[in-house]
């Protein structure tokens, strides 16, 4: 039994992986008067919380939305000020969150980034492998759009090759052909700041996923609000396209 974990949660009810679209930092930021990098700033805070957080109650794994292929479009000192955001967290908190038993995975297409965080982010991974406390997966310069069509491309190229029929292309083939590869589907999504769409966001992952959606923006989202989602979670029924049997009388 897990000591940390609120008295209204049920532990044998937690979902195993928990994903997150972490909307509303511009806005925070706007709502304080402050510039828009603050509101990131104090949005990685957040998450950093978030993640002590699901591994001090028992879930294995926490996914965040981190940027999007189509944040390339945000104004250019807003995506580099992320860009650098991105290499200073991961050298000042790698050491602690190896210590924590956190192991750390980035899903994306990562070619595209500068090649400094490409080098801290292999660094990352290489030296939490073997840890097992949480998977932390951060989605970087992902879009599920794209990993549909890498995943399609790369099963047609081994058909061109003979390695394979079309008619052996299956679910399972496919999903050992995303960027999530050996990730299980994420059980439940929050999103904040009142925004209510997946944001090409795990798409394939998500077909039987229970969202959560919530006003309240990513830089407040702190502990209550989270246990706010997972009682939302615990009183929902998980039938997977599947009815319970009805006896008749």
Not at 10 to 37: C, E, F, Y
Not at 62 to 85: G, K
Not at 134 to 143: H, L
Not at 176 to 200: C, F, H, M, Q, W
Request: net charge neutral; charged share 25%.
């Amino acid at each position: 039994m897990n000591s940390n974990l609120p008295i209204d949660l049920n532990s044998q009810n937690l979902p195993h992986h928990v994903a997150v679209i972490m909307d509303g930092n511009g806005r925070w930021a706007t709502q304080q008067k402050l510039p828009r990098i603050a509101g990131h700033r104090q949005g990685a805070r957040t998450l950093k919380e978030l993640l002590r957080c699901s591994k001090d109650w028992g879930i294995k794994i926490l996914t965040a939305y981190a940027f999007s292929t189509e944040n390339w479009r945000r104004p250019t000192e807003e995506v580099d000020f992320l860009m650098i955001l991105f290499e200073k967290m991961l050298r000042r908190e790698l050491e602690e969150m190896h210590r924590e038993g956190v192991r750390i995975n980035f899903v994306g297409d990562l070619s595209a980034l500068p090649k400094s965080l490409q080098n801290e982010m292999q660094r990352s991974m290489l030296e939490t492998s073997n840890n097992r406390d949480i998977q932390f997966n951060v989605a970087v310069n992902y879009g599920s759009r794209k990993e549909i069509v890498s995943a399609c491309r790369q099963l047609a190229e081994l058909v061109q090759k003979g390695e394979i029929k079309p008619e052996d292309i299956s679910e399972d083939l496919i999903e050992k052909n995303l960027y999530t590869v050996d990730i299980p589907a994420p059980d439940l999504l929050i999103r904040t700041s009142g925004e209510k769409r997946l944001s090409n966001f795990l798409l394939w992952q998500m077909a039987y996923t229970e969202m959560y959606f919530t006003d309240t923006l990513w830089p407040d989202f702190d502990q209550a609000a989270f246990q706010q989602a997972l009682i939302s979670y615990q009183n929902r029924e998980r039938r997977f396209g599947k009815v319970k049997a009805v006896l008749s009388a």
